[in-house]
């Protein structure tokens, strides 16, 4: 009770301006980070290699954090119950979406990113059957898998007569799902912790599983130029960042204020991709897109009407 009031005076005391630049800056970072991505994969630094390192900086920088300003003793609880979720959230997506940038566009994959929410509830019927879900949302679902289907049927990977939907869509979508899963397993668990404790307790076994791939597949360590290490370095900050306006977000608005983030995402790794790395926008993005927004739309219009 007293942390609904709690919440509750910060959602009166934030202003407009604040709660509007939150919204913005996580569109911006999390829209933006696929490009920056696919920028570093088209100038030949390796998949296995980009994510290593990646989240062993991520995790370092965490840790650090923790270890100065957190003084809560060591808990196993919460290590089983984070590194369970780390397994959908960080390691699983962040390989398939790496992947998936050799086939198709950046904007493609953060359309199909918007599509997350959509597809949690199959996630929450599974996972949490006691969930009660309206004929409106499985509406919403078909609709979203309309827009994705459209993707495939047409061929379409957002890039000038390049990639494969087949191979790069596929990978997409398995990301998507992990996405959808992920929601549901922080929804369940990460409640009961701080968040800094549970992101800084995920990427322990995040770490542990890249570097393991990258030492079973000999993958060499490469030399950045340093265009290529300042991208990384933006990377890096646009994940923590994205991560920290979405947490601060929901402990301050509404959630419907924060469902605003999924419409701009696209927007933003569309728009980035067609302007720094020449992809396409044509009528098959667009109306697999309004597929998706529709989805959306009746996904939370339901959930925010009372």
Same mark, same amino acid.
């Given at each position: 009770m007293?942390?609904?009031?709690n919440?509750q005076n910060?959602?009166n005391q934030?202003?407009?301006i604040?709660i =509007?630049?939150?919204i ?6 999390w829209?933006?980070g +696929? ?10 630094v390796?998949e @296995?290699f980009? =994510?290593?390192t990646r989240? %062993? ?6 840790l650090?954090? #923790? *270890?100065?300003?957190?003084r ?7 290590l089983?119950?984070a590194s369970?979720t780390?397994?959908?959230s960080i390691?699983f997506?962040?390989w398939?979406f =790496?992947?998936s !940038? /050799?086939?198709?566009?950046a904007?493609?994959?953060?359309l199909l =990113?918007s599509s997350?929410?959509v597809f949690t509830?199959?996630?929450?019927k599974i ?10 949302? #499985? @509406?919403s @679902? ?5 827009g994705?289907?459209?993707l495939?049927i047409s061929?379409e990977?957002g890039?000038?007569n390049?990639g494969?939907i087949?191979l790069?869509?596929t990978?997409?979508f398995m990301?998507?799902?992990?996405i959808?899963l992920?929601t549901?397993? +922080?929804?369940? #668990?990460?409640p009961?912790?701080?968040?800094? %404790?549970?992101l800084t307790?995920?990427?322990?076994i995040?770490i542990?599983? *890249?570097?393991i791939v990258?030492l079973?597949? /000999?993958?060499?360590? /490469?030399?950045l +130029?340093s265009?290529?290490? !300042?991208r990384?370095?933006i990377?890096?900050?646009? +994940?923590?960042g994205?991560?920290t %306006?979405f947490t601060?977000?929901i /402990?301050?608005v %509404?959630?419907?204020?924060v469902?605003s983030v999924d ?5 933003v790794?569309?728009?980035a991709?067609v302007?720094f790395l020449?992809?396409s926008?044509?009528p098959n ?7 998706i927004?529709?989805?959306?739309i009746?996904n ?5 009407s009372?």
């Amino acid at each position: 009770m007293i942390s609904a009031v709690n919440n509750q005076n910060l959602k009166n005391q934030t202003p407009v301006i604040k709660i =509007i630049g939150g919204i913005l800056t996580a569109a911006f970072m999390w829209g933006s980070g +696929n490009v920056v991505s696919r920028s570093l994969l088209i100038e030949g630094v390796g998949e @296995i290699f980009l =994510i290593t390192t990646r989240v %062993s900086i991520i995790g370092t920088l965490l840790l650090i954090h #923790y *270890s100065i300003f957190n003084r809560d003793k060591f808990d196993k609880k919460l290590l089983k119950e984070a590194s369970t979720t780390a397994l959908a959230s960080i390691f699983f997506v962040g390989w398939f979406f =790496i992947f998936s !940038l /050799q086939y198709i566009s950046a904007g493609l994959v953060t359309l199909l =990113i918007s599509s997350a929410p959509v597809f949690t509830i199959l996630w929450l019927k599974i996972l949490l059957k006691d969930e009660k879900i309206s004929k409106q949302k #499985y @509406i919403s @679902i078909f609709i979203g898998l309309l827009g994705v289907s459209y993707l495939f049927i047409s061929k379409e990977t957002g890039l000038e007569n390049q990639g494969n939907i087949f191979l790069g869509g596929t990978l997409a979508f398995m990301g998507v799902q992990c996405i959808a899963l992920a929601t549901v397993l +922080n929804r369940k #668990y990460a409640p009961q912790y701080k968040v800094s %404790s549970w992101l800084t307790y995920q990427y322990p076994i995040v770490i542990f599983l *890249s570097w393991i791939v990258f030492l079973v597949t /000999q993958t060499e360590i /490469q030399t950045l +130029n340093s265009s290529q290490i !300042l991208r990384v370095g933006i990377l890096v900050l646009f +994940n923590l960042g994205a991560f920290t %306006s979405f947490t601060w977000l929901i /402990q301050r608005v %509404s959630a419907l204020q924060v469902a605003s983030v999924d419409y701009l995402v696209p927007v933003v790794g569309v728009t980035a991709g067609v302007i720094f790395l020449d992809e396409s926008f044509n009528p098959n993005l667009l109306i697999a897109g309004i597929f998706i927004f529709i989805s959306l739309i009746m996904n939370t219009r339901e959930e925010f009407s009372s």
